[in-house]
Each structure stands twice: as structure tokens, then as C-alpha cells.
């Protein structure tokens, strides 16, 4: 069945922003804890939106740290975080072939909108579903994608660089689509789940689209 739908993750798939969630984690952090966390740790917390990571770490000041938070994310956006060099080529191609374009991820609301307010990304998108504070639940998002599109799992495909993205997809049974070309993917983890295609760069990953689109 032709695929008339695409989802994708964002950290890590579109976007290089893992690297800036961990500088704005770390100082923040720091700031209320008292010491550095490394990028592990900072990996560990993370599942839940970043407000319900810092309601459970820091509850008593968690609408103060989330403030934080951002601001310190906005401002490492201006240096960090871009779009991975042929996803806007990728996502103009979909749309030219009448694709439907949607976001599924575990980031909350105000980080979302400032990360696609500097990738430019968010032009593209028709729907954008953000996590929640109490922790990823990505295959209810994207059957409400599916829900709203009024498509069958087999017309969509799921795009991320996660195992648990592939797991996601495969719950729901989209088409899986493993995105493992940041530096920060977890390139074996997304192997051993098998997803239906995987790529290692976006070059292959739009040649693709070209040839079954």
C-alpha cells in the first residue's frame, strides 16, 4: 500500500537538538542541584515532557526551573540546533508529492515551538503532538494522527532514531522508518528492533522517498 503519510520524531531526527536539551538540562541543574550531570544522567531523566522531569526532580521549584529551562534552550538554539543538512529538501519533497506531514514527540509544548520556530521547520507540519509531564506514550499520538487523517497504520510511516520509536511504530503498525543519522543515535538499540527500512544518512533516506512516493 502506497504511504500517504509521514510522522516523524524530532530530537535527533530532524532537528540536531539532543546536544542543546543536554546543555540547557545541565545548567539548570546545576544551577538547582548544585552539580553537573553528565549526558547519561541527563538521558535517564528524560521520557516525561521536560515539565514533569522537573516536577519530579525539583517539585518545590519546577515552574522555575521550566522557565529556566527554555530560556537557556532558546539561546542554544542560535548556535546548535539545525535541521540535519537535507531534511528541508526531504520534508519540501513530501509536501510536492501531496504527502501528509505530522510530529509525534516526547518534548513538551514550549520547547517544540522554539525549536521549530528556528529550524523553520514547522511550515511543513500539519499536526504537531507534543509529550506529556507523566512520560512518552507515543503510540497513542500517533493513532490520534491516524485518527485525524482518517488513514490505516499501512498508509503511514513512523520516522525516528530511537529504539522505542521503532517499538512505538511497530505497536501501532505504521510502517517503521529508522533515522540513525545523528551522532547521538542509538544506532545498534534501533537495529536489534528491526525496523522496516533504516538509514544512516538523509541523502538515502530521500532517494528512497523518490522511488516509492
Known sequence: ?????FIFDLDGTLTNT???CYI????????FLGREFTDQEITALLGPSEEGVFKKILPDNWEVC???YLDEYDKAHTEYA???PGIEEVLELLRQRG??????????PGSMDISLRHSGLGQYFELVLTGSEQGADKPTHINEVLRIWNYSPL???????????????KDVGTFSVGAVWANTAQVQKVMN???SVCFTDVDSFNNWIKQTT
Open 1 to 5: 500500500m502506497k504511504l500517504k503519510g
Open 66 to 68: 521550566l522557565k529556566s
Open 99 to 108: 504527502i501528509k506531514l505530522a510530529i509525534v514527540s516526547g518534548k513538551g
Open 24 to 31: 540547557g538540562f545541565r545548567k539548570v541543574l546545576q544551577k
Open 193 to 195: 528492533e528491526k525496523p
Open 82 to 84: 539545525k535541521p540535519f
Open 18 to 20: 539532543l546536544p542543546v
Open 155 to 169: 498508509e503511514v510511516a513512523y520516522i525516528g532514531d530511537t529504539a522505542y520509536d521503532i517499538i512505538a511504530a
